[in-house]
């Protein structure tokens, strides 16, 4: 009986220790995709005049392996009533790729993209943005 506390107490601290390192992992992904995918629309002439729908999340390789990826939309050019929204794809490769479009959106589709987190990354992103933009002032 003593054995068995003594396993459960070890493989629940394992847990722990795996959930509060996922965790960080996740927490360094969203910062590092947030900052390229920043660093990419900064960058571009027609600047985003919004965003919407941005979530973490991830896809496997053929290896089964976790590629993380931001997905979200923008808009660029301001109709009033009716913005024109185009996908987009920001993903941690060795360093980081942006796909905007119909790529982005295969990238994004329901059955493909499995989100890390409820989170809508708009707020963060709008910021990243600011601070980037001032940096490079």
Not at 8 to 20: E, N, Y
Not at 29 to 48: E, H, I, N
Not at 67 to 89: H, I, K, M, R
Request: charged share 25%; glycine share 8%.
């Amino acid at each position: 009986m003593r054995t068995l506390n003594f396993v459960g107490a070890i493989v629940g601290l394992l847990l722990s220790v795996s959930v509060a390192a996922h965790a960080s992992t996740v927490d360094e992904t969203t910062g590092f995709l947030l900052k390229s995918a920043a660093a990419d629309f900064v960058k571009q002439r027609a600047k985003p005049t919004g965003f919407r729908n941005i979530r973490l999340g991830y896809l496997r390789d053929n290896e089964g392996e976790p590629v993380y990826l931001l997905c979200g939309e923008f808009s660029s050019v301001e109709t009033p009533g009716n913005p024109d929204w185009t996908q987009f794809a920001t993903l941690k490769t060795e360093r980081y790729e942006q796909w905007i479009g119909g790529s982005a959106e295969a990238l994004c589709a329901k059955g493909q993209f499995s989100p890390t987190q409820p989170a809508d990354l708009v707020k963060r992103l709008h910021k990243e943005i600011g601070e980037t933009a001032e940096r490079q002032k």
